[in-house]
């Protein structure tokens, strides 16, 4: 967000706060009744409703057009008000230039300012964020797996695990793997729009299976177990020690798999060494 927007909001909500919580004590010509709705729109700026409070001081200063307070707060409101319209028309202009990360800034800033304005530019851009993630994460999800066919089809054709071609085939998931993991971990468990909702439907079944492929042969971590720590040539060595156990094409059993179990598996006579 520029810096203009940053002072600008600091300066203006500061100034009104300090209105609504020391308020003045210039109102000649305030009644009990007034006071009272003075209260109501002060509570409503608290929340964030600066529309209601513009509403609340304007009846106001309708019964006594003299309330100076009524009259300051009311302009103040109105500033946040244009403040955060401006901001929205900012972020418009920002998503149409697919500026995206500046338009999410600046349509985030206006919704802590004045969190009751609608806005749907910027449910419409969350819902474009967060398809967007939701793509990069399965676009890395199958570029990892593309490296671990070609490491697959590789063996099949008669490569062998201590040649180096087979190494630099691994080495090459690596930082795939790290992304894949990285992307996982800060995909949201549950979309909050239809387009997030939609994608992640449509790959939430592919993703499980590639998943649990890439967990069994140590492609990456188990996810909340784990942190992916480990230098290149400790993951290459991993993976083809997994690949040792069980072969290229390991299909797990239906229900949820111990993974930590995974290689006693296929040498049950080591179980005893755990």
């Known amino acids: 967000m520029k810096m203009k927007w940053h002072w600008a909001i600091v300066y203006l909500v500061g100034f009104f706060f300090l209105l609504v919580f020391f308020p003045s004590n210039h109102k000649p010509h305030s009644r009990i009744e007034e006071d009272g709705s003075i209260v109501q729109g002060d509570s409503l700026v608290r929340v964030g409703d600066f529309e209601q409070a513009v509403e609340v001081y304007a009846e106001v200063l309708r019964k006594d057009p003299e309330n100076l307070e009524a009259r300051d707060k009311k302009e103040q409101a109105e500033k946040i008000m244009a403040l955060t319209a401006e901001l929205i ?22 919704k802590e300012l004045a969190p009751h304005t609608p806005n749907e530019s910027y449910q419409k851009l969350m819902g474009v964020l967060e398809a967007r993630q939701i793509k990069e994460f399965y676009g890395n999800m199958l570029e990892l797996d593309a490296k671990w066919e070609q490491v697959k089809e590789e063996l099949k054709k008669g490569g062998t695990l201590s040649s180096k071609k087979i190494s630099e085939s691994i080495a090459a998931m690596h930082p795939l793997a790290q992304k894949y993991y990285t992307g996982n971990k800060r995909l949201p468990n549950k979309p909050a729009t239809p387009e997030g909702i939609r994608l992640y439907e449509e790959y939430q079944e592919m993703e499980e299976h590639y998943h649990t492929e890439f967990i069994i042969y140590r492609i990456i971590p188990e996810i909340d177990v784990e942190t992916f720590e480990e230098d290149v040539d400790k993951y290459v060595e991993n993976v083809k020690m997994n690949i040792q156990v069980f072969g290229l094409d390991y299909q797990p059993e239906q229900g949820k798999l111990n993974y930590k179990e995974l290689f006693y598996i296929r040498h049950p006579e080591l179980k005893g060494y755990q």
């Open 89 to 110: 028309r900012e972020g418009n202009a920002a998503a149409r230039k697919n500026h995206l990360d500046e338009a999410l800034g600046l349509f985030e800033s206006a």
